[in-house]
T-cell receptor, first 109, second 115 residues
Framework: KNEVEQSPQNLTAQEGEFITINCSYSVGISALHWLQQHPGGGIVSLFMLSSGKKKHGRLIATINIQEKHSSLHITASHPRDSAVYICAVSGGGADGLTFGKGTHLIIQP | DADVTQTPRNRITKTGKRIMLECSQTKGHDRMYWYRQDPGLGLRLIYYSFDVKDINKGEISDGYSVSRQAQAKFSLSLESAIPNQTALYFC??????????????FGSGTRLTVV
């Protein structure tokens, strides 16, 4: 079974700071997903990647397949970025997604 | 309308009651999933279905059952609800994308409280 670890569990930062959230997994995968969950809200898919790097607006996701590690970066963070960010992996012998426990991010004005 | 719709959004029920959570999708995806989210534990897979005639148990299926009534509908039932089934429940769909990987779409969640 794939083990997905995220760090940090909680992160509080000031508006404008550069944010990094890390994710590591134990078994080879077909894809890694970064998800966003706002308080009381549903889950939105931010990125799906299997190699390299993807960018969408102020969000950047990278993955290193050899090291089984991914990072999610937020540039010029804003209070509206406050949410739980969840790393999940697909493949690795499992059906569906295997999730990390999430990183609770708070951006203070 | 949302691509994946869950009803109800919130529900409070009593121990021992039967309750059904419903999920419908307009994505046209064959694969559908029910997940449960608990604080500090992340999301865990309850049941999944790869098409109308296919039902599979996930990691934590005990105490739950499902029905895939049509490609677009996947319902989760708690036959006799108990307090430790209090959680946030998510329905999700997936389909194979252009690059041979499965992309996922989630519903807005159902917050279930069993008292």
């Amino acid at each position: 079974k794939n083990e997905v670890e995220q760090s940090p569990q909680n992160l509080t930062a000031q508006e404008g700071e550069f944010i990094t959230i890390n994710c590591s997994y134990s078994v080879g995968i077909s894809a890694l997903h970064w998800l966003q969950q706002h308080p009381g809200g549903g889950i939105v898919s931010l990125f799906m990647l299997s190699s390299g790097k993807k960018k969408h607006g102020r969000l950047i996701a990278t993955i290193n397949i050899q090291e089984k590690h991914s990072s999610l970066h937020i540039t010029a963070s804003h209070p509206r970025d406050s949410a739980v960010y969840i790393c999940a992996v697909s493949g690795g012998g499992a059906d569906g997604l295997t999730f990390g426990k999430g990183t609770h991010l708070i951006i203070q004005p | 309308d949302a691509d994946v719709t869950q009803t109800p959004r919130n529900r409070i029920t009593k121990t021992g009651k039967r309750i059904m959570l419903e999920c419908s999708q307009t994505k046209g995806h064959d694969r559908m999933y029910w997940y449960r989210q608990d604080p500090g534990l992340g999301l865990r897979l309850i049941y999944y279905s790869f098409d109308v005639k296919d039902i599979n148990k996930g990691e934590i299926s005990d105490g739950y059952s499902v029905s895939r009534q049509a490609q677009a509908k996947f319902s989760l039932s708690l036959e006799s609800a108990i307090p430790n089934q209090t959680a946030l429940y998510f329905c999700a769909t997936s389909a194979l994308g252009d690059r041979g990987q499965y992309g996922y779409t989630f519903g807005s969640g159902t917050r279930l409280t069993v008292v």
